[in-house]
């Protein structure tokens, strides 16, 4: 039996044709490809400025500058995502303040928000955790009535919608991740939608070095910028992507579906929301019953592999890393992330699995929790 990964990228024959018809041309970095790439996201994003970098990483960060977030400033947080969320917060100088879960749906809670705000907060970054969105309404309610920037790290969300409206279309600045893992992808890569196009030269001279370069030759710097440009390639490989957002999309909610059908709750894991209008189940993520289970997490991991399937952790809680508490944070502080971040794993999900890959996880879960029951 064949090892079933827990991810694994869905690039047909046409995107492979077209990455060699790129490598062929002579013109690989950042160039023609990329420029379609970024018109093709706008249409996606209701015709909204996107530019394409280098990874999500790099978008986050220079959304922040864009915002003009630096040091003495607070962003706020959810402590529960890949630690990019945090790190792009520190390199730019400021603060993460992280506020604690929601349980329900593992974001970022929005009733605890308010009470984290202080004169120094001047952006709220949410993360839509496994695809599911945040609520858009009260996230930028808040927003308004405080006067915050929004960041939306919507890496793990593109092909996600809120009442309709696709992630990205609407909004304040809103970061994708096209990385191996994710919905759409592009090798490595991401792209950052401006809320106003003005922002868009800035943006440009921030992912190449802060260079302009003018109509006789001539360049200037005015401004630090970094090196995180989109390849040709990449775009490539994106272009070819996009035409099968939805049919991934559909796939991905059959396959949750049909999780949810297979799997038996009364072995005491529990499921994440069954969202199959708005989410795009970039993730299908349980929460083992640890306390009923005479192995840890890593051991039923290593059980699932031995049955030749592969689990991930997306995410431990993040203040937990030495590098946050250095800058005070303790076990304790957030008790939701915390006891979501000790028991969660990511079960196999991508659009080229079928209903009997899902059948042959459930089953093995449930051999794995039956024979380690204390």
Do not use: C
């Given at each position: 039996m064949s090892f079933l990964p827990f991810t694994r990228p869905t690039i047909d024959e046409a995107t492979i044709q077209s990455v060699a018809e790129v490598l062929r041309s002579g013109w690989i970095t950042t160039g023609p490809k990329c420029r379609e790439f970024e018109a093709a996201l706008s249409q996606h994003c209701g015709?909204?400025?996107?530019?394409?970098?280098?990874?999500?990483?790099?978008?986050?960060?220079?959304?922040?500058?864009?915002?003009?977030?630096?040091?003495?400033?607070?962003?706020?947080?959810?402590?529960?995502?890949?630690?990019?969320?945090?790190?792009?917060?520190?390199?730019?100088?400021?603060?993460?303040?992280?506020?604690?879960?929601?349980?329900?749906t593992r974001n970022i809670d929005l009733s605890k928000v308010e009470a984290a705000i202080t004169p120094r907060t001047k952006a709220i970054m949410p993360v839509d955790l496994a695809g599911l969105p945040v609520d858009r309404d009260r996230l930028y309610a808040i927003a308004q009535q405080h006067g915050l920037r929004v960041i939306e790290d919507?890496?793990?969300?593109?092909?996600?919608?809120?009442?309709?409206?696709?992630?990205?279309?609407?909004?304040?600045?809103?970061?994708?991740?096209?990385?191996?893992?994710?919905?759409?992808?592009?090798?490595e890569g991401g792209a950052l939608v401006l809320p106003d196009a003005n922002l868009a030269p800035l943006t440009e001279q921030l992912r190449l070095q802060g260079v302009v370069r003018h109509p006789d030759g001539e360049m200037s710097v005015d401004v630090v910028g970094g090196?995180?440009?989109?390849?040709?390639?990449?775009?490539?490989?994106?272009?070819?992507?996009?035409?099968?957002?939805?049919?991934?999309?559909?796939?991905?909610?059959?396959?949750?579906r049909a999780y949810f059908d297979s799997l038996d709750p009364t072995l005491g894991y529990t499921l994440p929301v069954a969202d199959f209008t708005q989410s795009n189940w970039h993730m299908f993520q349980i929460l083992l019953p640890l306390e009923r289970m005479s192995i840890s997490r890593?051991?039923?991991?290593?059980?699932?592999?031995?049955?030749?399937?592969?689990?991930?952790?997306?995410?431990?809680?993040?203040?937990l890393f030495n590098i946050f508490r250095q800058i005070g944070y303790r076990e304790?502080?957030?008790?939701?992330?915390?006891?979501?971040?000790?028991?969660?794993?990511?079960?196999?999900?991508?659009p080229a699995m079928t209903l009997q890959d899902v059948s042959r996880v459930c089953t093995a879960i449930s051999a794995v929790l039956k024979e380690t029951q204390r």
């Open positions: 015709g909204r400025t996107v530019r394409a970098f280098s990874s999500g990483t790099a978008t986050l960060e220079v959304a922040l500058r864009l915002a003009d977030i630096g040091p003495g400033d607070e962003v706020i947080t959810t402590p529960l995502s890949w630690v990019a969320t945090a790190n792009v917060i520190l390199t730019v100088g400021a603060r993460p303040a992280f506020v604690d879960i929601d349980p329900l919507a890496a793990q969300s593109f092909g996600a919608n809120w009442k309709g409206k696709p992630i990205g279309s609407f909004g304040d600045f809103v970061s994708f991740s096209f990385h191996a893992n994710k919905n759409l992808t592009t090798g090196k995180s440009n989109l390849t040709d390639i990449a775009a490539a490989i994106g272009l070819g992507q996009l035409p099968h957002l939805a049919a991934f999309t559909a796939q991905r909610r059959a396959l949750a890593g051991e039923f991991i290593a059980r699932m592999k031995e049955r030749e399937i592969g689990v991930g952790v997306h995410y431990p809680a993040m203040h304790g502080d957030f008790p939701q992330a915390e006891a979501v971040g000790r028991r969660i794993v990511s079960l196999p999900l991508f």
